[in-house]
């Protein structure tokens, strides 16, 4: 058998390796954001001071751009109102899934819930450019309010999932309990279920917040200038010839970092969700 | 319940149809739109396109390579952090890290480092006194390093769900294999993998339904190129309908992808089953 010791730095030189890997491009993407111009083209500087001197410059102008602004209003409206309709009109479904039945024809409440996630596992492409057209009859392409009626959709699934899931861990028996005690139905989902179900509201809408801040394919084809993302303003700049490395990385940092201390803080009510789908 | 179905009915449903009924059309944007039916024609010109069969190999490739290496990576990574040595939640928060990075940055932070001159990795390979790669200008192997973004970005994924599923096995199993003096490989062998099947298989469909609609960190790391060599379906779609603005066309191919990806996870589901592999259809 190999020694404990042998073992325990193996282990050790592959998980610090793998940080490397995992840390490198982050580091790469947050020094670029405050080289200058010389400093990206001169060669490959690792080492701030050392190597190269930091400037905030790339960050005095993207602040003062006009474009990154409204990108970055664009992205934290849409994202945040999308989740939010998500989650409400997710729980509303969640609930009605986990507590009443429903028939239409052979047609039941496992049914509706496989429907409705299988939704998701279409790939967005299939209805992107029927959206496209859609959107362009209402006259809503490139508008704020035709990407989030969107994003709804997209993120509806995934809500109606970890609801459901959630829904279903509270015991029906304390509902049963105000009943009899003569609470009506909204009480009871206002003043027992919903209070209860706090922590997977937060993070159903969390989430659903992620996947509208990060999604690409659907703000690429609906939007172009007035209700641009982030990452759509990302992919212009970088399209442009020669494109300033240090400015979009310092955008980059202001589109990365709203989701990873999101994701950070969500992180533990996902691994619960992860194991209570498995067992 | 019926805000949901409402949503769900508008914009996913009817444009599912809608798309249907694109394929079979003749779509004008020019001087407003008019939309005319036009029979099989484009699924005639789909099936004689090699840039649409160029696509499909493309994501073949791209989801079986990537899934099985995030997969391999994944158990990996999650078994060495199984043991509790110091420093083990610290490893676990860094590796979650790339999940929650938005794949388009994902995709530009990569373009940086395999960047031919400037880039960190061919700094190391000359500092090595290596010869350097043309990462991505090369098309027989760009998209081997599209597939590396991916696993850099996904694995991350993997390792949570199995760690998840780790966390699910009994100590009590393996104290017993350890009395009766199994080795730390049949203990992994015997015991954890087994018992790790189900999640496993959940894992690797939700990863695999994911890559096959791959384009959003392609898109700024080659936009499909050199040539096609890397092009995806999506890509593909995207391009001719959304900025060729041949949307019927575009339709077609997205349809068409659909149809194939369909059919494929379907059989999987088949063969899962008969394995009689069936805890995946409580999960």
Not at chain 1, 139 to 161: C, E, H, K, Q
Not at chain 2, 71 to 87: N, V
Not at chain 2, 184 to 204: D, E, G, H, V
Not at chain 2, 260 to 268: E, Q, R
Request: glycine content about 6%; overall charge positive; aromatic content about 14%.
């Amino acid at each position: 058998m190999v020694p404990r010791k042998v073992r325990l730095t193996l282990t050790y030189i592959i998980l610090i390796f793998w940080s490397v890997m995992v840390l490198l491009p982050i580091y790469w993407l947050f020094t670029t954001s405050f080289k200058t111009r010389g400093a990206v083209i001169g060669g490959t500087k690792y080492l701030p001071w050392a190597q190269f001197k930091p400037t905030i410059q790339p960050w005095i102008n993207i602040i003062e751009e006009e474009t990154l602004v409204l990108s970055l209003t664009n992205t934290a409206v849409i994202a945040s109102i999308s989740a939010f309709l998500a989650l409400l009109f997710g729980t509303m479904a969640a609930y009605g899934l986990s507590r009443y039945k429903f028939h239409f024809g052979f047609f039941q409440n496992r049914d509706i819930m496989i429907w409705i996630i299988s939704q998701r596992m279409m790939p967005p492409i299939v209805t992107a450019i029927a959206l496209f057209i859609m959107l362009k009859w209402f006259s809503l392409l490139d508008t704020r309010i035709g990407l989030i009626m969107v994003y709804v959709a997209f993120n509806l699934p995934i809500a109606v999932w970890l609801m459901e899931n959630f829904f279903s861990q509270i015991p029906e028996t304390l509902e049963e309990a105000a009943r009899i005690d003569g609470a009506s139905r909204l009480q009871i989902f206002g003043r027992i279920v919903l209070p209860l179900a706090m922590p997977g509201l937060v993070a159903t809408f969390f989430l659903c917040f992620v996947f509208g801040w990060n999604q690409f394919l659907f703000a690429l084809t609906l939007t172009w200038r007035n209700a641009r993302t982030l990452p759509v303003l990302i992919a212009a700049q970088h399209a442009q010839a020669g494109p300033q490395w240090w400015r979009i990385s310092a955008m980059t940092v202001v589109t990365i970092v709203p989701p990873i201390i999101i994701s950070t803080y969500v992180r533990e009510y996902l691994v619960k969700g992860v194991v209570a789908t498995n067992k | 319940m019926a805000p949901a179905v409402i949503v769900l009915l508008v914009f996913t449903v009817f444009p599912f149809f809608f798309t249907i009924f694109l394929s079979f059309s003749n779509v004008n944007l020019v001087g407003g739109l008019s939309i005319n039916f036009d029979g099989i024609q484009n699924w005639v010109r789909l099936l004689h396109d090699g840039r649409f069969w160029n696509s499909i190999s493309n994501i073949a490739l791209f989801v079986s390579l990537g899934v099985v290496l995030e997969y391999i990576l994944g158990l990996s990574l999650a078994m060495l952090l199984r043991q509790k040595i110091p420093g083990r939640e610290v490893f676990r928060v860094l590796f979650l890290m790339p999940i929650s990075i938005t794949p388009l940055a994902v995709g530009y932070m990569f373009r940086m480092l395999y960047h031919p001159s400037r880039g960190v990795f061919n700094n190391i390979l000359s500092s090595l006194g290596l010869p350097t790669i043309n990462f991505l200008g090369d098309p027989d192997l760009a998209m081997f390093f599209v597939i590396a973004t991916d696993v850099w970005h996904w694995t991350p994924l993997i390792f949570l769900l199995l760690t998840a599923g780790l966390q699910g096995i009994p100590d009590s199993y393996l104290e017993a294999a350890q009395i009766d003096g199994a080795n730390s490989w049949q203990r992994f062998r015997y015991i954890i993998f087994p018992q790790l099947i189900p999640t496993s298989i959940a894992a690797i469909l939700l990863r695999s339904i994911e890559a096959s609609k791959f384009m959003d960190k392609l898109y700024i790391l080659t936009g499909g190129g050199p040539g096609i060599s890397t092009e995806t379906p999506t890509l593909f779609a995207y391009l001719s309908g959304l900025n060729n603005f041949d949307l019927a066309y575009g339709a077609t191919i997205a349809m068409a992808f659909f149809v194939l990806v369909l059919v494929f996870f379907i059989l999987t589901f088949l063969v899962i089953t008969w394995f009689g592999l069936t805890q995946l259809g409580r999960a």
